[in-house]
């Protein structure tokens, strides 16, 4: 059982796009969430992060979450399910998860339209982790929602990964290295594939070589003076290619931590393999936007993200 004090409690989505106040991060929830333990035991890889979890206060990291000695996952169950599921992973340079602006508001609008959801905690290198560890965790993330698509109400070819920013990366290396061989496992969950049916990526980060190596996300993962092979090791670029799951991916001309490069250039070459890909770059936004405020025309992407769903029946045309 997790403690109370490593949990956060669900702000109301439709006053924060109302544009109300900030919602408070860890205020006490009327129930404790849903969660799903992503491992038996004592997790893979090495670590030894001691204490509880840390909740950001004012400021940039604000509600963002880190310390994290047990990976998880939130669930997000819909009144009306409509049959597909989305893992969310939220970013923060592999050295924080900022659930509050990215991951938590994107579940809950998820949710409502249908959606089973999936938020991921994940295990953080700056945490003291080794930097295989949040893709360990991604990766069995999604073996444990295909294994459990009955209990769930999810069509199994219907279950698809959402990241933002090294969350994005996370996501996207996920998507592309499914069966990458990061772990040692042999139960029930690992006899099904952990690729996800399809990829939203949001302000990713993409690969980690010059000149978009400024990255805390690059880092956290292959350190300040990482040779060239580990660059490409771990950047998407290197491994888009036919098989790629169909995958969206939104910037901001003007994302100055992330700049757009990350998201053309991985847009570039899905294409040139011969993959499913759609690219939506907004003149303005920033970086970590989450859902976007009302009047941005950056928080267009949730609709236009359903309606690219929609073309590739991940959920029905409206009036079907």
Known sequence: MIARRHLLAHGALLAMLAGAGPRVPFAAAHSAPEEILLWPGRPPANGNVTGPEKIGGPGAGYGAVSNISTP???????????????????????????????????????QARGFTVFELIYRLPNDGWDSTAPFMDAQRAMKIIRGRAAEFQLDPSRIGIMGFSAGGHLAGFTALQPARALYDGADAYEQVSARPDFAVLLFPVVTLRKPYDTTRTRREIVGDKASVKDEAAWSLDTYADKHAPPTIIFAAADDAITPPGHGILLFEKLVAAGASAELHLFRDGGHGWGLGKPGQVISQWPALFEQWARSLKIIEKQGE
Do not use: C, D
Not at 74 to 99: C, T
């Open 72 to 110: 998880r996952m939130r669930v997000y169950r819909p009144a009306v399910p409509n049959g597909a599921a989305v893992l969310v992973a939220g970013g923060g340079g592999y050295f924080r998860i900022q659930l509050w602006k990215e991951s938590t508001p994107a579940a809950e609008w998820l």
